[in-house]
Nanobody, 121 residues
Framework: QVQLVESGGGLVEAGGSLRLSCAAS????????MAWHRQAPGKQRELVAA???????NLADAVKDRFTISIDNAKNTVYLQMNSLKPEDTATYYC???????????????WGQGTQVTVSS
């Protein structure tokens, strides 16, 4: 069983910054990629940023000039540095990981519980 634990959400004023962290834990797994998605009230969940274990990144157009995603493979942790935050960034942010589970001979998609980010105007 692989679990994701997110941290770093909170309330910030417009123009401010937050850093989200997501640590993966479990027995016998390897990470293929990790990502952050977000879901605002009344809206569909959307991809914010993704990163492979080799460091290739993909960011949504709405955030690519303000957010940075990084990964620490030794710690199985992904980070999302969010700068110049806007009220429209307000959402629950979910961590996602695509992992290999050798003991089970399969790949698995894992989601975190979510962390709230609120940006006040």
């Amino acid at each position: 069983q692989v679990q994701l634990v997110e941290s770093g959400g909170g309330l910030v004023e417009a123009g401010g910054s937050l850093r989200l962290s997501c640590a993966a834990s479990g027995i016998s797994f390897s990470i293929n990629s990790m990502a952050w998605h977000r879901q605002a009230p009344g809206k569909q969940r959307e991809l914010v940023a993704a990163i492979s274990s080799s460091g290739n990144t993909n960011l949504a157009d709405a955030v690519k000039d303000r957010f940075t995603i990084s990964i620490d493979n030794a710690k199985n942790t992904v980070y999302l540095q969010m700068n110049s935050l806007k009220p429209e960034d307000t959402a629950t942010y979910y961590c996602y990981a695509y992992v290999r589970r050798p003991s089970m001979g399969d790949w698995a998609a894992v989601w975190g519980q979510g962390t709230q980010v609120t940006v006040s105007s």
